[in-house]
């Protein structure tokens, strides 16, 4: 084998030689040739022995990837798929083509979802608190959409046009102009997965609040009118004007036990006063801060969900229709609160007594000069007016403000408990409440022992006479002790949840509030001047039976005793 070795060395040798002078002969560019195998210019440097080799391996690799698919095609098709895929992580994970801006969870094409025209980002309607009507207006028109991420849609002079067509716009930052709304396209600009199947139900919280906005003219003689409404119609919040209480009346006399009450009462008369009556479970707080010397009153509740923002409720009363001291003292209380009317939810309600205003039709109207001046402060705060039917006579007295028109549903006038009619209407948000529910005590007075408490009442006279030296405070604190001592040894009693039933409310009474909402319903239907005699009627007769019902129950109770 030894005489082969040269033969194989100079075979070597020979090869790299080769492979050295080819590469010698390499021009990039242009070069020279004189026939004496000269190179005279070249702009790549001149490579030998390793470091040419090495380059040649280099080049021929390089070729061999990018060779035509004929040739190499495993190793084409894996570089076709890494360039596709737009993702060489190891591990990417999930990634939604359309990921709701609330949920995070996808979008899909049979789902019920919108995209906004600002940020191009999709929401379910769930999550963006978009009922189903106004889908269906977002899905046939052209009508620009925002979320509530990315601010407020347009504002312009047309808040108070009833009609849904001046919000139809190509550019989400153009003054609002009227336009048709019957011969609206759908455009790009409102994205909607319009869906005919009918989505799966899921678990849903409740998010709504239910409100009520009443005129009472006096409700210490309302007490049980009152609480008839809030049975019947169970609201959250009631905003309420006229109550006609000064500070010696305890609210606890006048409102239901399961609600927190806000008053301000007028201190001048016995008339006037606005207040707030919120259930206990809600929190809220009162915003003494924000009011002025008018009839005006604030609260604040924290919206579930999102601790940034606030929804503030103000219940306003106007004393008539030339008071203008009153609207600048509202104006001034909206000032108060800066940019949170911007990045707040803010609802006013009240009797804003503006008789010559038709707010179906604004354009139209000759109104006063304290009447322009009301509609000046809701146009520059960026307020739109909600009730449509009259709550006197023809007249639209109480009104209800908000700064969002989306977050309010369901606004309809019924019956009230005086010559005004109250504003039912619906808050699609969620305010934080009380984890606990709220227990009550509940003495069963029918099977009280009175005889024992008669000789505890008795027993506890004599020992009070001897506390002769003793102080008013300690006297109440010793008083209040034993009275509620004698109440727990002598009358059974029992623990509920919050639920709050009214015992002399029975079904008869149940049967004329019925009959009576018939009678309302049928008389704004006609509005022949006989049928609301005969309404009137049955509302008099109800509120003499309420009021008979309940002081019967409350005798018999204290005959018991």
């Given at each position: 084998?030894?005489?082969?070795?040269?033969?194989?060395?100079?075979?070597?040798?020979?090869?790299?030689?080769?492979?050295?002078?080819?590469?010698?002969?390499?021009?990039?560019?242009?070069?020279?040739?004189?026939?004496?195998?000269?190179?005279?210019?070249?702009?790549?440097?001149?490579?030998?022995?390793?470091?040419?080799?090495?380059?040649?391996?280099?080049?021929?690799?390089?070729?061999?990837?990018?060779?035509?698919?004929?040739?190499?095609?495993?190793?084409?098709?894996?570089?076709?798929?890494?360039?596709?895929?737009?993702?060489?992580?190891?591990?990417?994970?999930?990634?939604?083509?359309?990921?709701?801006?609330?949920?995070?969870?996808?979008?899909?094409?049979?789902?019920?979802?919108?995209?906004?025209?600002?940020?191009?980002?999709?929401?379910?309607?769930?999550?963006?608190?978009?009922?189903?009507?106004?889908?269906?207006?977002?899905?046939?028109?052209?009508?620009?959409?925002?979320?509530?991420?990315?601010?407020?849609?347009?504002?312009?002079?047309?808040?108070?046009?009833?009609?849904?067509?001046?919000?139809?716009?190509?550019?989400?930052?153009?003054?609002?102009?009227?336009?048709?709304?019957?011969?609206?396209?759908?455009?790009?600009?409102?994205?909607?997965?319009?869906?005919?199947?009918?989505?799966?139900?899921?678990?849903?919280?409740?998010?709504?609040?239910?409100?009520?906005?009443?005129?009472?003219?006096?409700?210490?003689?309302?007490?049980?009118?009152?609480?008839?409404?809030?049975?019947?119609?169970?609201?959250?919040?009631?905003?309420?004007?006229?109550?006609?209480?000064?500070?010696?009346?305890?609210?606890?006399?006048?409102?239901?036990?399961?609600?927190?009450?806000?008053?301000?009462?007028?201190?001048?008369?016995?008339?006037?006063?606005?207040?707030?009556?919120?259930?206990?479970?809600?929190?809220?707080?009162?915003?003494?801060?924000?009011?002025?010397?008018?009839?005006?009153?604030?609260?604040?509740?924290?919206?579930?969900?999102?601790?940034?923002?606030?929804?503030?409720?103000?219940?306003?009363?106007?004393?008539?229709?030339?008071?203008?001291?009153?609207?600048?003292?509202?104006?001034?209380?909206?000032?108060?609160?800066?940019?949170?009317?911007?990045?707040?939810?803010?609802?006013?309600?009240?009797d804003f007594n503006a008789p010559d205003l038709k707010w179906n039709d604004l354009e139209s109207t000759n109104c006063s000069f304290n009447s322009e001046q009301l509609l000046e402060i809701i146009d520059e705060h960026g307020l739109t007016q909600l009730v449509k039917e009259p709550t006197r006579d023809d007249n639209i007295l109480d009104l209800v403000l908000t700064n969002n028109v989306n977050i309010i549903n369901n606004v309809r006038v019924i019956p009230g408990i005086s010559d005004h009619d109250m504003v039912l209407f619906e808050v699609n948000l969620a305010c934080r409440k009380k984890k606990k529910p709220v227990r009550r005590k509940i003495y069963m007075r029918k099977r009280a022992d009175t005889t024992r408490i008669k000789k505890e009442l008795q027993d506890f006279a004599n020992d009070f006479e001897e506390m002769?030296?003793?102080?008013?405070?300690?006297?109440?604190?010793?008083?209040?002790?034993?009275?509620?001592?004698?109440?727990?040894?002598?009358?059974?009693?029992?623990?509920?949840?919050?639920?709050?039933?009214?015992?002399?409310?029975?079904?008869?009474?149940?049967?004329?509030?019925?009959?009576?909402?018939?009678?309302?319903?049928?008389?704004?239907?006609?509005?022949?001047?006989?049928?609301?005699?005969?309404?009137?009627?049955?509302?008099?007769?109800?509120?003499?039976?309420?009021?008979?019902?309940?002081?019967?129950?409350?005798?018999?109770?204290?005959?018991?005793?």
């Open positions: 084998m030894t005489r082969f070795y040269p033969a194989v060395t100079l075979l070597l040798a020979g090869i790299y030689l080769l492979l050295a002078i080819s590469n010698l002969c390499e021009i990039q560019n242009k070069s020279i040739d004189f026939g004496l195998n000269l190179i005279l210019a070249s702009k790549r440097p001149i490579q030998a022995g390793l470091e040419a080799v090495n380059r040649r391996r280099r080049e021929l690799a390089r070729s061999t990837i990018f060779q035509p698919a004929a040739k190499n095609p495993s190793r084409r098709l894996l570089l076709s798929l890494l360039f596709l895929s737009g993702n060489i992580e190891l591990n990417p994970g999930p990634q939604y083509r359309h990921p709701c801006g609330e949920c995070t969870r996808p979008v899909k094409s049979n789902q019920k979802g919108i995209q906004c025209d600002m940020c191009d980002v999709w929401y379910y309607t769930k999550c963006s608190n978009v009922d189903l009507p106004m889908y269906e207006i977002l899905a046939n028109t052209s009508l620009t959409w925002i979320c509530s991420q990315c601010g407020f849609p347009n504002f312009s002079d047309s808040f108070f046009n009833d009609s849904i067509d001046s919000l139809v716009s190509s550019n989400s930052f153009e003054p609002l102009q009227e336009a048709s709304f019957a011969d609206s396209t759908p455009s790009h600009n409102a994205h909607v997965n319009y869906n005919n199947k009918q989505k799966r139900r899921s678990k849903v919280t409740k998010c709504k609040l239910t409100c009520l906005a009443v005129n009472c003219q006096s409700i210490k003689n309302k007490v049980a009118d009152i609480a008839a409404i809030v049975d019947q119609y169970k609201p959250d919040i009631i905003l309420g004007n006229e109550s006609w209480l000064y500070p010696d009346i305890e609210s606890s006399e006048i409102f239901p036990d399961n609600y927190n009450t806000y008053r301000k009462d007028r201190i001048s008369d016995n008339h006037g006063g606005v207040f707030q009556a919120v259930k206990k479970d809600i929190i809220v707080t009162h915003r003494d801060d924000l009011n002025t010397d008018c009839e005006i009153i604030w609260t604040q509740c924290q919206i579930q969900n999102k601790r940034s923002k606030s929804l503030f409720f103000a219940s306003f009363y106007r004393p008539n229709k030339t008071d203008m001291s009153s609207l600048h003292e509202l104006d001034s209380s909206l000032f108060k609160l800066g940019d949170r009317l911007n990045t707040n939810n803010v609802i006013v309600a009240g002769k030296n003793e102080s008013v405070d300690a006297k109440w604190n010793i008083f209040q002790q034993r009275l509620t001592g004698i109440m727990d040894s002598c009358i059974p009693h029992k623990f509920t949840t919050s639920r709050h039933n009214l015992p002399w409310f029975n079904r008869s009474l149940r049967r004329q509030t019925r009959i009576k909402q018939r009678l309302y319903n049928r008389t704004k239907k006609s509005g022949r001047q006989c049928d609301w005699n005969k309404f009137k009627l049955v509302r008099k007769q109800l509120h003499k039976n309420l009021n008979r019902s309940r002081n019967d129950y409350l005798s018999e109770f204290s005959v018991t005793l």
